[in-house]
Antibody
């Protein structure tokens, strides 16, 4: 069955960096685009970034452009999100999600919490 | 940039009642790239409806999506206890995704 498992987040100081990963299994990872979506505590869903199936194209929300980098290693079935120059407003639960065959996001990880605080 | 506005913010209903959730787009969008998700506390979102009206795998037929252009609706024909949750609409065209702010369906 399809599984997406994010790495542990944690507490990070403002201005510092952290890398999240999302391990995929149960499907041919290299065939699918992947997204990162975040949810601040008690708030709604915010799309963060997308990467094409082959890694050749990426796109970012304006709120993270220039600070976050999405990447993937298809040989390891793993998606990454490198987060730099972190701000308090980046505090959120971060989900990875698969861009399904229909274009809708059909599978989601359980999420990993990143808290930006001194 | 497309903005999705959901209404109402909260819907208080009893099990067995019909729920009607609305989502309005700031400009016309293709129904091919319109979805609804359900999220329960402590869980990730779950895809319910894609292409505005097609149920995702395993979704019961009491969930019905409709609409086009700027106005979309999710109807739950008869609420069951497991349906009390937050629902998000989404436009997923051009690889990005824009979400509405959510409608909470709570037990009256």
């Amino acid at each position: 069955q399809v599984q997406l498992v994010e790495s542990e987040g944690g507490v990070v100081q403002p201005g510092r960096s952290v890398r999240l990963s999302c391990a995929a299994s149960g499907f041919t990872f290299s065939n699918y685009g992947m997204h990162w979506v975040r949810q601040a505590p008690g708030k709604g869903l915010e799309w963060v970034a997308v990467i094409w199936h082959d890694g050749r194209r990426t796109d970012y929300a304006d709120s993270v452009k220039g600070r976050f980098i999405i990447s993937r290693d298809n040989s390891k079935n793993t998606l990454y999100l490198q987060m730099s120059s972190l701000r308090a407003e980046d505090t959120a639960l971060y989900y990875c999600a698969r861009d399904g065959a229909t274009g809708a996001w059909d599978y989601w990880g359980q999420g990993t919490l990143v808290i930006v605080s001194s | 940039e497309i903005v999705l506005t959901q209404s109402p913010g909260t819907l208080s209903l009893s099990p067995g009642e019909r729920a009607t959730l609305s989502c309005r787009a700031s400009q016309s969008v293709s129904s091919t790239y319109f979805a609804w998700y359900q999220q329960k506390p402590g869980q990730p979102p779950r895809l319910l409806i894609y292409s505005a009206s097609t149920r995702a795998t395993g979704i019961p037929d009491r969930f019905r999506g409709s609409g086009s252009g700027t106005d979309f609706t999710l109807t739950i024909t008869r609420l069951e206890s497991e349906d009390f949750a937050v629902y998000y609409c989404q436009h997923y065209g051009s690889s990005r995704g824009t979400f509405g702010q959510g409608t909470k369906v709570e037990i009256k």
